[in-house]
Nanobody, 124 residues
Framework: QVQLVESGGGLVQAGGSLRLSCAAS????????MGWFRQAPGKEREFVAA????????YYADSVKGRFTISSDDAKNTVYLQMNSLKPEDTAVYYC?????????????????WGQGTQVTVSS
């Protein structure tokens, strides 16, 4: 009984920045870490970033490491994805999800609840 709503997507030029937000309702958000995935047209869903099980622990895909930052505000039941130095290759629908299994964070099977996504388009 968890609902996730992403926001903050849009159109931005290469080199620009966006911050995505994911607001959770229903079950206690703080009980489980959150992650971000993305899916480009004609491609499989891929891992972007995730919170770890311990405080301060984070994971990033090689393609976004150093450019994207995941963070959360448990008091607001919200997770964020700050995206800097955006590239056209970052164009995709971005999804947040609740991690419910101790399997690797990069695997989508580690997550049970998903939002409906927000579109990010980076032009050259």
């Amino acid at each position: 009984q968890v609902q996730l709503v992403e926001s903050g997507g849009g159109l931005v030029q290469a080199g620009g920045s966006l911050r995505l937000s994911c607001a959770a309702s229903g079950r206690t958000f703080s009980n489980y870490p959150m992650g971000w995935f993305r899916q480009a047209p004609g491609k499989e869903r891929e891992f972007v970033a995730a919170m770890g099980w311990s405080d301060g622990s984070t994971y990033y895909a090689d393609s976004v490491k150093g450019r994207f930052t995941i963070s959360s505000d448990d008091a607001k039941n919200t997770v964020y994805l700050q995206m800097n130095s955006l590239k056209p290759e970052d164009t995709a629908v971005y999804y947040c999800a609740v991690r419910t299994k101790p399997s690797p964070a990069r695997l989508n099977l580690s997550y049970h609840y998903w939002g409906q996504g927000t579109q990010v388009t980076v032009s050259s």
